[in-house]
């Protein structure tokens, strides 16, 4: 079963830019479709972006698009969110998560591992 952990999180300033990483161990990264989640105080935890084994098909939410973009490298088994443009209402965990298949990018239940997350907090 693969392990997930997460970084890049902190405190940063509205406008500014994060860049998320998810590391991959004790599986074969390849063979997971990957996803970012969040979830802010108070809120259910939310669909961020989605990506395929080989990153032929991505899937951002659409409230994100244009600002938040998922990437993933497998020879570094690592997955990737650029967030830019940030804004307090991106405060949230941020979670990565995996899954062999999938059918629906924005439902949690078809995700099998997920990671311990990391904050992200941005003030204005």
């Known amino acids: 079963q693969v392990q997930l952990v997460e970084s890049g999180g902190g405190l940063v300033q509205a406008g500014v830019s994060l860049r998320l990483s998810c590391v991959a161990s004790g599986g074969t990264f390849s063979d997971y479709v990957m996803g970012w989640f969040r979830q802010a105080p108070g809120k259910e935890r939310e669909f961020v972006a989605g990506?395929?084994?080989?990153?032929?098909?991505?899937v951002v939410a659409d409230s994100l698009k244009g600002r938040f973009t998922i990437s993933r490298d497998n020879f570094k088994n690592t997955l990737f969110l650029q967030m830019n443009s940030l804004k307090p209402e991106d405060s949230a965990v941020y979670y990565c998560?995996?899954?062999?298949?999938?059918?629906?990018?924005?439902?949690?239940?078809?995700?099998?591992?997920w990671g311990r997350g990391t904050q992200v907090t941005v003030s204005s």
């Open positions: 998560a995996s899954t062999y298949e999938i059918t629906h990018w924005d439902r949690e239940n078809e995700y099998d591992n």
């Open positions: 990506i395929s084994r080989t990153s032929i098909s991505i």
